[in-house]
Antibody, heavy 119, light 107 residues
């Protein structure tokens, strides 16, 4: 069964870069059938799309975050990663990684990881 | 840019009742690329409906989706105790976007 596991620091200082990795097990990140994505959810609020990536490295970023976001893929490790620079308290959220159908339909979600931005 | 508005914000119903949730788009959603997700407290969302009306794998048939263009509906025919949750719509035909959510709570 497919499993997606987010990992990374749970606390990031303002102005620094948030870095998360999603490890995929039970399936290959190099499958031509799927894209992979990141979505976040601030505490008590709704869902926000961050971006998505294909195994070839092709990416889509939310225009509102584009200047600060980098998503990359490491097929040798079956992982993909998120970097969000210049974070503020507004970036405090649960961050989910996901397997997608097409670029933007979420088929499978990771369990999510809480990231707090605070000094 | 498309805006998705979900209503009502909260729906208070009893088990066994019918739930009707609305998702309205500010512009037409291309090819009915509209999905619905269910999220329970402390859990990740899960896909219920895609393509406006197709149930995802393993989703009970009490969940149904309908609509096209700018108006979409998620219907739960008879609420089971496990259906009380927050529901989000998402358009995925262009830049992906989620609605603000509808909470279905026990009356």
């Amino acid at each position: 069964q497919l499993q997606l596991q987010e990992s990374g620091p749970g606390l990031v200082k303002p102005s620094e870069t948030l870095s998360l990795t999603c490890t995929v097990s039970g399936g290959s990140i190099s499958s031509s059938s799927y894209y992979w994505g990141w979505i976040r959810q601030p505490p008590g609020k709704g869902l926000e799309w961050i971006g998505s990536i294909y195994y070839s490295g092709s990416t889509y970023y939310n225009p509102s975050l584009k200047s600060r976001v980098t998503i990359s893929v490491d097929t040798s490790k079956n992982q993909f990663s998120l970097k969000l620079s210049s974070v503020t308290a507004a970036d405090t959220a649960v961050y989910y990684c996901a397997r997608l159908a097409g670029e933007w339909l979420v088929l499978w979600w990771g369990q999510g990881t809480m990231v707090t931005v605070s000094s | 840019e498309i805006v998705l508005t979900q209503s009502p914000g909260t729906l208070s119903l009893s088990p066994g009742e019918r739930a009707t949730l609305s998702c309205r788009a500010s512009q037409s959603v291309s090819s009915s690329y509209l999905a619905w997700y269910q999220q329970k407290p402390g859990q990740a969302p899960r896909l219920l409906i895609y393509g406006a009306s197709s149930r995802a794998t393993g989703i009970p048939d009490r969940f149904s989706g309908s609509g096209s263009g700018t108006d979409f509906t998620l219907t739960i025919s008879r609420l089971e105790p496990e259906d009380f949750a927050v529901y989000y719509c998402q358009q995925y035909g262009s830049s992906p976007l989620f609605g603000g959510g509808t909470k279905v709570e026990i009356k």
